[in-house]
Every structure is written in C-alpha cells, then in structure tokens.
C-alpha cells in the first residue's frame, strides 16, 4: 500500500503560482540574511528551476510579501550606480509559514506533551474571531 502524504498546513502564502517563488525568496532571506531585491534575485536565479525568471517577477512577490506583513523594509543601501535600494528581512510571521508548511500535524501532536498543547490551543482560541 503506497504511504499517504503527511498533514502538513497548506498556507495561502505557498499556494497557487507563486508557491514556488515564496519559498525561494523565503529560503534565500532566511540563509542569507537581510538583503536588496537585486541580491535576492541573482540567488533566485541560482536555484534549480529558477534560471529564467526574471527580476520584474522577483520585485512583485517581494513587494506583495511585504505588504501582506510576511518581509520588512529595514532600510538602504546606496548601490553603484548611485541609487538607493531597500533591505528586506523576514518577519517571525514567514519563519513560522515556512515551519507550518513543512510540519507533519499528526506527528506533531502525538509528540507534544499537555502544556505545550494548552498554550497552543490558548493562543488560538484568543487569535479566533468570534462566530
């Protein structure tokens, strides 16, 4: 019998077209540190599957990650050719994305004692709006 594939939460943020540049551009800032969008997409572009993307495609999926409060502007730098380029960071919201998507559920409660499991259910009864 083929074994089943594992519960892992399926974030709106790595769904769809964009999944895939998500998580590349999440890897890259985890690994690498704050960077520009230049430095994000040459890394980009030396991950299997991503020779061909363009930087365009690159400078929206920051800018829409930004504004949906997964990266943070923290400031800039002056580049060669004079002009000044924003740093982006990781906010802990796109550390714990990444971890969610790659956590087994079942594995993870079979595995959490009581307290741990009381503080995760307590903050999620207080994060959930009312019916």
Same mark, same amino acid.
């Given at each position: 019998? *083929?074994k089943?594939?594992?519960?892992?939460?399926?974030?709106?943020v790595? %769904? +769809?077209?964009?999944?895939?540049?998500?998580? &590349?551009?999440? $890897?890259? #800032?985890? /690994?690498? +540190?704050?960077?520009?969008?230049?430095?994000? /997409?040459?890394?980009?572009? $030396? =991950?299997?599957?991503? %020779? /061909?993307?363009?930087?365009?495609?690159?400078n %929206?999926?920051?800018?829409?990650?930004?504004?949906?409060?997964?990266?943070?502007? !923290?400031? &800039? %730098?002056?580049?060669?050719? +004079?002009?000044? &380029?924003? !740093?982006?960071?990781?906010?802990?919201? &796109?550390? #714990?994305? @990444?971890?969610l998507d790659? @956590?087994? #559920?079942?594995?993870?409660? =079979?595995?959490?004692?009581?307290? @741990?499991?009381?503080?995760? #259910?307590?903050?999620?009864?207080?994060?959930?709006? *009312?019916?």
């Open positions: 019998m *083929p089943s594939k594992p519960s892992t939460i399926k974030l709106q790595f %769904k +769809g077209r964009e999944a895939k540049l998500n998580k &590349a551009i999440f $890897t890259i #800032l985890a /690994h690498k +540190g704050p960077q520009t969008i230049y430095d994000v /997409h040459k890394q980009v572009r $030396t =991950t299997r599957g991503f %020779k /061909h993307t363009k930087y365009a495609s690159v %929206k999926r920051v800018r829409a990650l930004e504004e949906s409060g997964y990266i943070n502007r !923290i400031g &800039a %730098k002056k580049t060669i050719a +004079g002009f000044e &380029a924003s !740093i982006y960071e990781l906010y802990t919201k &796109a550390y #714990l994305a @990444t971890l790659s @956590t087994d #559920l079942e594995c993870m409660l =079979t595995r959490m004692n009581e307290n @741990t499991a009381s503080a995760i #259910l307590a903050t999620l009864m207080y994060e959930r709006e *009312p019916i």
